[in-house]
């Protein structure tokens, strides 16, 4: 399992390294966001469960906007280098730890809720969440000129969907 989730830092890591620094905090044409910021936003989800383990809440509304990470593309491959080093040092114990997850549902007013999870569970989802960021990766890099994989930002689900559209 954290083979699978070493992957998917693999796969960020691997995009990030082939970006020029400018590309790290360019605006694509239509798009008000960059890839700096979006790569922070990753993190902060990685960075709070490493936090949890401490404080045993997994706070995902802890965001480090503005910080280095949304400008400097060295921090970022230094950042996730270190989850990088978390996740291969987390054991089956550790693992199974219960968390408390605080989340803003709101859209109108914040709404805070808080929900009883795993670290597992939470790590799957951070996953999942990068995953789905790296797509978007993936199109501010392609609106800027950039090629990338194919299967950068493709979602697990929809590769085995692929593979076996291609069996039949």
Request: charged residues 15%; aromatic residues 8%; hydrophobic residues 40%.
């Amino acid at each position: 399992m954290l083979t699978h989730y070493i992957s998917t830092i693999d796969q960020g890591v691997a995009f990030l390294a082939r970006l020029k620094e400018h590309e790290y905090c360019q605006l694509a044409d239509g798009i008000p966001s960059s890839i700096g910021s979006h790569t922070r936003h990753i993190l902060d989800h990685f960075i709070s469960l490493q936090s949890s383990l401490d404080t045993g809440v997994v706070d995902y509304e802890m965001r480090q906007r503005g910080s280095l990470l949304e400008t400097s593309l060295t921090e970022a491959l230094n950042q996730f280098a270190e989850v990088r080093c978390w996740i291969l040092g987390l054991n089956a114990m550790t693992m199974t730890k219960v968390v408390r997850v605080n989340a803003d549902i709101g859209i109108h007013k914040s709404h805070i809720i808080q929900v009883d999870s795993t670290l597992s569970r939470e790590l799957m989802f951070a996953c999942s969440h990068a995953i789905h960021h790296y797509s978007t990766l993936k199109t501010i890099y392609q609106l800027m000129g950039g090629v990338t994989s194919t299967e950068f930002g493709l979602a697990p689900s929809t590769a085995s969907f692929n593979r076996n559209q291609c069996a039949h």
